[in-house]
């Protein structure tokens, strides 16, 4: 069975939490220590209960021994437990990937009227400089490459979009690279930007397009599965804006 890099943060992250309780934990309990929405970490528990490796029971809120409201709490199975002893990866960096994943989705889906972008600009900017993680990093150059021409994105090129959807290696990588050429170029074209964003974001995209060459495949490929979802995001947005 295969897990994504978000899948295995969050079944990581319940299993210490079930470690130190000794007791299921609640959803909002792990989505307080992820940083993500509560409602993002009810759907992953119950993805990950719908793949056999979590378990979720009803129970009483506390002080409440009668009839009355229950709340729906997880706990880990064995068979997660081994699962996760045999995976490697930097737990950091997976934390670190679950939460920027979290909050440009979040931002980005929240926006029914389409003029936050500044806002999420900005915290897109002051982030990348400070990401630990190449796959953090790559991910919001691209978001705030992509943001200012949000509504020219028709124009990707479906070869791209195809190769973004690739599963051979090379085809990902070089899908990620010219997106991030295609979404600059774009950038430097519209009125919106200043000349010192335009200079940042030219530094930014340059550094992002060495991280792709450099990851190896399961990066490449999260990465690539992010931006389709982000893209999805921002065309879902502009329906609803329209309409």
């Known amino acids: 069975m295969e897990l994504t890099l978000r899948q295995k943060t969050f079944l990581d992250n319940l299993i210490d939490l079930y470690h130190e309780a000794q007791q299921p934990i609640h959803y909002s309990v792990l989505a307080q220590k992820l940083g993500v929405n509560r409602f993002s970490a009810y759907d992953m528990l119950k993805l990950l ?63 029914q009227v389409g003029d936050s972008d500044k806002g999420l600009l900005e915290d897109l900017l002051a982030a990348i400089p400070k990401a630990i993680s190449p ?14 021409v949000r509504n020219r994105l028709e124009s990707l090129d479906r070869d791209l979009s195809a190769m973004l959807s690739a599963e051979e290696t090379t085809s990902t990588v070089e899908g990620l690279d010219l997106l991030a050429g295609f979404a600059l170029g774009l950038s430097m074209t519209t009125e919106r930007l200043s000349r010192d964003l335009s200079a940042k974001l030219m530094e930014y995209s340059r550094t ?36």
Request: charged letters at 25%.
């Open 208 to 243: 992002c397009q060495a991280h792709i060459e450099e990851m190896d495949a399961e990066r490449r490929r999260l990465l690539a599965n992010f931006v389709r979802e982000m893209l999805d995001a921002l065309e879902r947005r502009k329906t609803i804006i329209s309409s």
């Open 135 to 148: 796959l953090a990093y790559s991910a919001q150059v691209l978001t705030a490459l992509l943001l200012p």
């Open 49 to 111: 209960e719908s793949k056999g490796l979590v378990r979720s029971e009803y129970v009483l809120e506390e002080h409440n021994t009668g009839p009355g409201r229950s709340s729906v709490v997880f706990y880990p199975l064995a068979k997660a437990r081994e699962m996760i002893s045999r995976l490697t990866g930097n737990p950091g960096e997976q934390r670190e990937w679950a939460q920027t994943q979290e909050r440009i989705l979040t931002n980005i889906q929240q926006d």
